[in-house]
Structures are given as structure tokens and as C-alpha cells.
């Protein structure tokens, strides 16, 4: 049955159709054809669960009836709260997910892109610095600001007491005709060796530079 209103009359072989008959089933029709009046399409629970894709592949797919139009209204519904059925209750709804109840006005956060999200104002104060994680009591305990720190490693000078003692050993070649000296002289090949010994000094030394970690940059934006 395509509504959910019946018939005024009843109609008999040889019976006289009269204007009073014929204008009140007319009327009955005009009265009660609204949504309320039209069947559905969900005669059981199968029925009710139908779905078409209106777009697979690319391309649109008409419908030819009026439950062809529901079922992919029921599909896109289902899309939109990734339920099992269209008619379950989704986790989060629309306005939670854009208003203040996941990101309230204030919120910061880290993106890993270049541009701000709708919504969203790039916060252009932190810059050059790495994230760290707020301890409760670690270096890092402070609420949302900036630990103090250096890109550039210190530098520092070694102490007498820290360089141990230690031994130079050098040789030097006697004088000999690879040197100019009179022909007789003792041989190039012949050596003398010295040694000295020495307990370190304060020589100073530096260890300072200015270095970066590999990293993914990313933007700190406030919520609008």
C-alpha cells in the first residue's frame, strides 16, 4: 500500500458515481497525501537497514523511486557517523566535534604543517626550539611557558690536575754530511735520542659549538 490513509467508498458494479462521491475521495487524497500519509520503506528490520551508495566509483547513481532517495540518505548518514547502521547513535556529534567541547577557545597545539588550520592562529612567539614533556618535579616543571637553554654547547678549560702526566719522546739526527758538515763526520744515519717528562699544564681548550638536532618542523597555533 503506497499510503497510510484509507478509501472514503467502497465502489459496487452499477453503482451510480456521483459528484459528492467523486469530490470527497478527491479530497481525502489532497488531506492526507504529507509525509504522515505516505508509507514507509522499512516494512522490517532488513528493509530498514538498506542502504545504495549514491556516488560509487565516481559516478552518481540516481534513484528511480522514493525509497531509492531515502536508502541513500540512510547511506551518507551512515558515512557521516561511521556507525554500523545509519540509525545508531554516533560517538561525538557535529557540534561537539566543532566547538568548545574538544578544543576550547585558547588551546595550543603543535601541527606538523606550515599554514594554520581553520579555526586556528599560528602562535609566532615559540620559535627555534625543541617540545619538551612538564614534569612534576623535573628540569621542565613550568605550566605551558619556555624552559631556559642554549643551542651552543658550553665551553670549559682544562685544569692542571686534569691533563695526567704524560711523556714527549722526540729524536734528533746528529750532524753529518746531509747537513753541510765536513766530509768524515759522523753518518746521517746515526740518532740521539731525548726525552723529557713533563706533569701537564693549564693549557686552555675549546669544546663550543652551535649545532641542531635532526627535526620536523611544525607550527604552535592557539584555537580561535
Given at each position: 500500500?503506497?499510503?497510510?490513509?484509507?478509501?472514503?467508498?467502497?465502489?459496487?458494479?452499477?453503482?451510480?458515481?456521483?459528484?459528492?462521491?467523486?469530490?470527497?475521495?478527491?479530497?481525502?487524497?489532497?488531506?492526507?497525501?504529507?509525509?504522515?500519509?505516505?508509507?514507509?520503506?522499512?516494512?522490517?528490520?532488513?528493509?530498514?537497514?538498506?542502504?545504495?551508495?549514491?556516488?560509487?566509483?565516481?559516478?552518481?547513481?540516481?534513484?528511480?523511486?522514493?525509497?531509492?532517495?531515502?536508502?541513500?540518505?540512510?547511506?551518507l548518514i551512515k558515512q557521516i557517523t561511521g556507525e554500523a547502521q545509519w540509525y545508531m547513535d554516533p560517538e561525538m556529534d557535529?557540534?561537539?566535534?566543532?566547538?568548545?567541547?574538544?578544543?576550547?577557545?585558547?588551546?595550543?597545539?603543535?601541527?606538523?604543517?606550515?599554514?594554520?588550520?581553520?579555526?586556528?592562529?599560528?602562535?609566532?612567539?615559540?620559535?627555534?626550539?625543541?617540545?619538551?614533556?612538564?614534569?612534576?618535579?623535573?628540569?621542565?616543571?613550568?605550566?605551558?611557558?619556555?624552559?631556559?637553554?642554549?643551542?651552543?654547547?658550553?665551553?670549559?678549560?682544562?685544569?692542571?690536575?686534569?691533563?695526567?702526566?704524560?711523556?714527549?719522546?722526540?729524536?734528533?739526527?746528529?750532524?753529518?754530511?746531509?747537513?753541510?758538515?765536513?766530509?768524515?763526520?759522523?753518518?746521517y744515519a746515526a740518532y740521539t735520542y731525548v726525552t723529557s717528562s713533563s706533569t701537564g699544564g693549564g693549557g686552555a681548550h675549546?669544546?663550543?659549538?652551535?649545532?641542531?638536532?635532526?627535526?620536523?618542523?611544525?607550527?604552535?597555533?592557539?584555537?580561535?
Amino acid at each position: 500500500m503506497g499510503a497510510t490513509f484509507g478509501r472514503t467508498k467502497v465502489w459496487i458494479v452499477g453503482e451510480t458515481l456521483t459528484a459528492a462521491d467523486l469530490n470527497a475521495e478527491f479530497d481525502n487524497i489532497l488531506n492526507n497525501l504529507d509525509p504522515s500519509g505516505v508509507d514507509d520503506a522499512s516494512t522490517n528490520l532488513s528493509a530498514m537497514q538498506t542502504t545504495v551508495d549514491p556516488y560509487p566509483l565516481s559516478t552518481p547513481s540516481l534513484a528511480t523511486d522514493l525509497a531509492g532517495e531515502i536508502q541513500r540518505l540512510r547511506y551518507l548518514i551512515k558515512q557521516i557517523t561511521g556507525e554500523a547502521q545509519w540509525y545508531m547513535d554516533p560517538e561525538m556529534d557535529l557540534a561537539t566535534l566543532s566547538g568548545a567541547g574538544i578544543f576550547p577557545s585558547g588551546t595550543k597545539l603543535w601541527f606538523y604543517q606550515n599554514t594554520a588550520p581553520s579555526g586556528w592562529t599560528i602562535d609566532t612567539t615559540p620559535a627555534d626550539a625543541v617540545l619538551a614533556v612538564k614534569g612534576g618535579s623535573g628540569a621542565y616543571n613550568v605550566s605551558g611557558g619556555s624552559q631556559a637553554g642554549t643551542w651552543t654547547q658550553p665551553d670549559h678549560t682544562l685544569t692542571t690536575a686534569e691533563i695526567p702526566a704524560h711523556t714527549h719522546t722526540t729524536y734528533c739526527p746528529v750532524a753529518g754530511p746531509a747537513y753541510g758538515q765536513p766530509a768524515g763526520a759522523i753518518p746521517y744515519a746515526a740518532y740521539t735520542y731525548v726525552t723529557s717528562s713533563s706533569t701537564g699544564g693549564g693549557g686552555a681548550h675549546n669544546h663550543g659549538t652551535t649545532w641542531r638536532p635532526l627535526a620536523q618542523v611544525g607550527i604552535i597555533c592557539t584555537k580561535d
